[in-house]
């Protein structure tokens, strides 16, 4: 159960566009359409972004988009804004019917 | 609008139980799947454990098996997590969360309780 891969951190200025990756393996990433990414504020609950590689829930701006190629899937943010400011977790459901979660990833917003 | 509240965290010494309860409201609680997702401090997310919707399956990551049970109580509204023979390394937020039933993503988080494991 090895956490997915992801930047401890990236950054970007107001307007420009950051992409998060997520590597994983066949046995998750790969394996399956189920990868999902939640943003998460400081102290708060984390919130649902993109589900099954690249679906947005109701609600959440079209500035998040997400792909997956292979076993690494991506978050792309673009227009980049103050309030994007967070922590980004990747999740994928796996081959021995659990979940793992990536390391996450800290956006700084310059 | 759905909801769900934890409540049980605590401290709690080296080899000791508790049980958290997460208690829903706001939706059809016996039509979802529902997990346990816990954070150490200024760590990242870490899944625990899921059980269906009708509480016949159960998962659990392989650092709690024989540790923890997961459990459920449809009449209730209620998710448990019975945990025992606590570790340090069990310190975190523990999140209780509901499977949107959209590919196994999480669409609904409560705002955690604390459990934190120190002699």
């Known amino acids: 159960q090895s956490a997915l891969t992801q930047p401890a951190s990236v950054s970007g200025s107001p307007g420009q566009s950051i992409t998060i990756s997520c590597t994983g393996t066949?046995?998750?990433?790969?394996?399956?359409?189920?990868v999902s990414w939640y943003q998460q504020h400081p102290g708060k609950a984390p919130k649902l972004m993109i589900y099954e590689v690249s679906y947005r829930p109701s609600g959440v701006s079209d500035r998040f988009s997400a792909s997956k190629s292979g076993n690494t899937a991506s978050l792309t943010i673009s227009g980049l804004q103050a309030e994007d400011e967070a922590d980004y977790y990747c999740?994928?459901?796996?081959?021995?019917?659990?979940?793992?979660f990536g390391g996450g990833t800290k956006l700084t917003v310059l | 609008q759905m909801q769900l509240v934890e409540s049980g965290g605590g401290l709690v010494k080296p080899g000791g139980s508790l049980r958290l309860s997460c208690a829903a409201s706001?939706?059809?609680?016996?039509?979802?799947?529902m997990t346990w997702i816990r954070q150490a401090p200024g760590e990242g997310l870490e899944w625990v454990s899921y059980i269906t919707s009708s509480g016949t399956t159960i998962y659990y990551r392989d650092s709690v098996k024989g540790r923890f049970i997961i459990s459920r109580d449809n009449t209730k509204k209620s998710l448990y997590l019975q945990m025992n023979s606590l570790r340090a390394e069990d310190t975190a937020v523990y999140y209780c969360?509901?499977?949107?039933?959209?590919?196994?993503?999480?669409?609904?988080w409560g705002q955690g309780t604390l459990v934190s494991v120190s002699s």
């Open positions: 066949s046995s998750d990433v790969g394996g399956y359409n189920y």
């Open positions: 999740n994928s459901y796996t081959s021995s019917g659990t979940l793992v």
């Open positions: 969360a509901r499977f949107g039933g959209s590919g196994w993503s999480i669409d609904c």
């Open positions: 706001g939706f059809t609680f016996s039509d979802y799947y």
